[in-house]
């Protein structure tokens, strides 16, 4: 999403990370914000391919097309970077547990912004502070927004319904780490295929919990159909939000996230295969 950050490192390829992710996926996932900017700023993939894992190639089309990035995310406010905005966005977007670390590395860099009257420099070099400030978190930070940098960067066209699907994959590689699960078990979650298995329950709420529909360890259905307006096709909007209204107590009858999060999923899927989307 806490945009300024993310779109840094979505755009340098990047819905994920704290993981490293392929090649291919940083292709499918980087064209939804590149197309905009690259073109802007006349940078190539060598130039700007590799900034999420440290690559700040020093050069002036490179600077501004970290600026262009920062622009598009709304944390520039008078042609400067705002620190303000970006802690409120740190604040809405980030996940509890990565807001203190990613808050840590910019109120550590804020600074560096006002000694670069030129916003390319400033951004430029504010982004690379974070970095060598944090790597780990800039790294992680990517890929937990993208599906919210893609509906910003692509404004009330929201995303195509391919366009979300290769957006989650990039959360997938991340949930199925942190959870132990193989791709026999939750790669066919799109399908109907629901494993009651405590592991595939949990990789569920992991997905949930990343594209920012949990809140204080629940299910939010407020959030959920923000989270339907700003990411889906139009045309899946209407479909989705009816199948989820029929779902939505279901999470009421489990107190663990994992398991409400899970039921919640399969009674979406059972009530509407076709528009369902999943990691």
């Not at 006002?114 to 951004?123: G, Y």
């Not at 990411?231 to 989820?244: D, F, Q, T």
Request: hydrophobic content about 35%.
């Amino acid at each position: 999403m806490s945009h300024w950050l993310i779109a840094l490192l979505l755009v340098s390829g990047s819905f994920n990370s704290i993981f490293c992710v392929t090649r291919q996926q940083l292709k499918n996932t980087g064209k939804l914000m590149k197309k905009n900017c690259m073109p802007k700023n006349d940078v190539t993939e060598e130039q700007v391919g590799d900034i999420e894992k440290g690559k700040f190639i020093e050069e002036r089309n490179v600077m501004c097309y970290v600026a262009c990035v920062y622009t598009m995310t709304g944390v520039v406010k008078n042609n400067r970077l705002n620190n303000e905005a970006v802690t409120k966005q740190v604040d809405i977007l980030f996940p509890p547990e990565m807001r203190d670390a990613v808050k840590a590395a910019a109120d550590h860099c804020k600074d560096i912004g006002k000694k670069n009257k030129d916003l390319c420099e400033a951004s430029y070099y504010t982004a690379k502070c974070m970095y060598e400030y944090d790597a780990e978190n800039f790294t992680m930070s990517r890929i937990v927004f993208l599906l919210i940098f893609a509906a910003i960067l692509y404004g009330s066209n929201a995303l195509t319904k391919q366009q979300l699907k290769n957006s989650l994959k990039m959360i997938k590689k991340q949930c199925m780490s942190k959870n132990d699960v193989t791709d026999d078990l939750v790669g066919d979650i799109d399908k109907g295929k629901f494993i009651e298995q405590k592991p595939v329950m949990c990789y569920i709420a992991c997905i949930y919990q990343m594209t920012q529909v949990i809140k204080n360890n629940k299910l939010n259905y407020e959030s959920t159909l923000k989270q339907i307006d700003l990411m889906y096709p139009p045309e899946l909007r209407g479909p989705v939000k009816e199948a989820l209204e029929k779902c939505k107590d279901v999470a009421t009858k489990y107190k663990d996230v994992c398991e409400a999060s899970f039921w919640t999923a399969k009674c979406v899927y059972d009530t509407d295969p076709k528009n369902f989307i999943f990691a």
